[in-house]
């Protein structure tokens, strides 16, 4: 039940096929891959299985029908870990996450637009608070301002601790990775980071930098990350419930 780094993901691409499982339709990824059996995952794309070039299609399905019980329980396990984190319609009483909670919309109308975080509500004085496209674009435009607020600073820190020139940061809005850092040293952040319990942002900008220097998941990579961020595994864990913030 691992869903690989922030910058991990590369399943997506690989075609789906469908099993039945106890009278439920599962669909699953199937990578042939060099190893000596079949081995499975479940995480947030759902299910994965390796198995050797050598094994039909016909041995996988048994091996799936074989492990159904696990399977089932791992994915409605992953369901029910995913989270309101965007309104599905942008009207007063929406949950919306912001920094690890769960705040309501509150709408009101007003002459001039602004949003404010409360403990409870995120508060969204708007001219038009009744149109929900518009309610959405301001609300989207002000996550982005806090994103670029958020992780600026925290960016400058990881830098500064590792002795380097501070990179070419952008926010990102992609679907499949919190960060990524390139050849360049250019870091790019998801501004949903700012959807996350603070810690698990920090931790997400504390990886991107210390890719500065290793470009790669190696053990020197980690060791750095964890000299950045002590205990940053467990972090990392917590941060697999969150990513279906960014599928959603
Ligand atoms: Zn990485």
């Not at 790019?188 to 698990?200: F, M, S």
């Not at 990350?225 to 279906?244: F, K, N, Q």
């Amino acid at each position: 039940m691992k869903l690989e780094s922030p910058t991990g993901g590369n399943v997506v691409d690989v075609p789906r096929r469908r099993v039945v499982l106890r009278g439920e339709e599962v669909s699953y990824r199937l990578i042939r891959a060099r190893r000596r059996s079949i081995g499975m995952e479940v995480h947030l794309e759902g299910l994965t299985v390796r198995a050797p070039r050598w094994v039909t299609l016909r041995d996988v399905e048994a091996a799936l029908v074989e492990r159904a019980a696990w399977i089932l329980r791992s994915l409605a396990a992953w369901r029910a870990r995913r989270r309101d984190v965007m309104p599905r319609e942008w009207k007063s009483n929406a949950p919306i996450a912001y920094r690890g909670d769960t705040l309501s919309l509150a709408l009101y109308p007003s002459r001039s637009a602004s949003i404010a975080a409360d403990l409870f509500h995120l508060v969204v004085r708007h001219p038009c608070a009744h149109v929900e496209h518009e309610v959405a674009k301001s609300v989207i435009e002000w996550l982005r301002a806090q994103a670029t607020a958020l992780v600026a600073p925290r960016v400058l820190h990881y830098v500064e601790r590792i002795g380097v020139h501070a990179p070419a940061v952008r926010l990102s809005n992609a679907r499949s990775e919190w960060g990524s850092c390139n050849a360049n040293g250019d870091i790019r952040l998801n501004w949903r980071l700012v959807q996350l319990p603070p810690a698990l942002a920090e931790y997400v900008v504390a990886h991107e930098v210390a890719h500065i220097v290793e470009l790669n998941h190696s053990k020197r990579f980690w060791s750095l990350v964890e000299t950045l961020l002590p205990g940053h595994a467990a972090l990392r864990r917590e941060l697999d419930d969150w990513t279906a913030l960014l599928a959603s």
